[in-house]
C-alpha cells in the first residue's frame, strides 16, 4: 500500500501597507484577495517551479471559479502577516486551495479563504483536464 500523498504547504510573509488602510486604520477587505492571490503565485514559483514563464508555457490556465474570505480579526498598517496554503479537493478539471492568514508576531488566525480553480485550455477557452504530471507536483 502506497502511502497517502501530503499536499505541499505553501508559505510566505507580507507587510501590510499603509495605503491599503481603511478610515477606521483596518486593512480593508479587497486587499484580502490581493494578498491570497500573490501569495499563491509566489508559492508556485518558490515552491513547484511555476514562475510567470512556466505559466505561460503550460498548454492550460488557472481559472479563478470561486473566492470566499472569512475575515476573523483586522489587520492594521505596517503589520507582517504570514499566509499559508494547500491544496484542499482535487478534481480532474477542479481543485480548491485552503488558506489561513496568521499574524506574524502571535500566530494567531486572522483570516481564511477558500479558492476553487478550474483547468481552462487556453486555445479553446473550455474546461479541460489537469495535464499529466502537472498536479502531482503540488504533492510530496
Not at 498548454?59 to 474570505?69: D, G, L, N, P, Y
Not at 508576531?105 to 504530471?133: D, F
Request: contains cysteine; hydrophobic residues 40%; proline residues 3%.
Amino acid at each position: 500500500m502506497q502511502p497517502a500523498r501530503r499536499p505541499i504547504v505553501f508559505e510566505t510573509r507580507h507587510r501590510c501597507r499603509f495605503r491599503e488602510m481603511d478610515v477606521h486604520g483596518h486593512m480593508n477587505m479587497t486587499h484580502y484577495v490581493t494578498y491570497y492571490a500573490d501569495h499563491r503565485f509566489e508559492g508556485m514559483r518558490t515552491y513547484v517551479d511555476l514562475g510567470y514563464e512556466q505559466l505561460d508555457a503550460l498548454e492550460i490556465a488557472f481559472h479563478i471559479r470561486q473566492f470566499e474570505v472569512e475575515y476573523l480579526k483586522p489587520l492594521v498598517a505596517d503589520q507582517e502577516i504570514v499566509i499559508r496554503s494547500f491544496i484542499g479537493d482535487m478534481g480532474r478539471a477542479q481543485c480548491t486551495v485552503e488558506f489561513e492568514m496568521l499574524d506574524a508576531l502571535t500566530m494567531t488566525t486572522v483570516s481564511t479563504a477558500r479558492m476553487r480553480v478550474a483547468c481552462i485550455i487556453k486555445a479553446t477557452g473550455r474546461l479541460g483536464g489537469w495535464p499529466a504530471g502537472l498536479m502531482e507536483r503540488f504533492y510530496t
